[in-house]
């Protein structure tokens, strides 16, 4: 008996050493999407982008296309605002980053982005998800930057 008392009370003992469950870390939780480092480069994959000069003619032919085909409709290459901004120095207010991820990241740019935000409130209608691909907004991005007079 003696024996069982003394073996329930090192257990006891262990028991309360024993190191807590693991808590789980909110911010592992939080998407890398939704983290925001500088919010002059918007929210989405494109944390960073090099530019190049002088401009590559066949990104600027594939951006212009993409334009053409999905972009068009709503934003004209002035600075006229249609459904949606005009693009005229749009590269000059904006960074590249900015730029592409709202190009890819429209939803959650438009619900957590201030800048984006603002536009919705000016221009009062949602930008559609178009599902470009990153390598399309980059192409997008150098047709603006030719648009906006860079060579």
């Avoid at 329930?8 to 998407?31: F, H, I």
């Avoid at 959650?108 to 209608?125: F, G, P, R, S, Y």
């Amino acid at each position: 008996m003696k024996n069982l008392i003394i073996l329930l009370s090192a257990m006891v003992t262990l028991g309360a050493c024993a190191p807590d469950k693991p808590k789980t870390d909110e911010a592992a939780k939080k998407s890398p999407v939704a983290e925001v480092v500088d919010p002059t480069k918007g929210i989405g994959q494109v944390k960073n982008v090099t530019l190049h000069n002088p401009l590559d003619a066949e990104r600027v032919q594939r951006g212009l296309d993409i334009y053409e085909m999905k972009c068009s409709a709503c934003h004209k290459l002035d600075d006229q605002r249609v459904v949606g901004p005009g693009f005229k120095d749009v590269t000059k207010r904006r960074k590249p980053e900015w730029i592409m991820n709202m190009i890819t990241n429209v939803d959650v740019m438009l619900d957590q982005d201030e800048e984006a935000q603002k536009l919705l409130e000016l221009c009062l209608t949602r930008m559609p998800n178009q599902n470009v691909s990153i390598g399309d907004a980059r192409d997008v991005l150098e047709f603006m930057r030719q648009n906006d007079g860079e060579k």
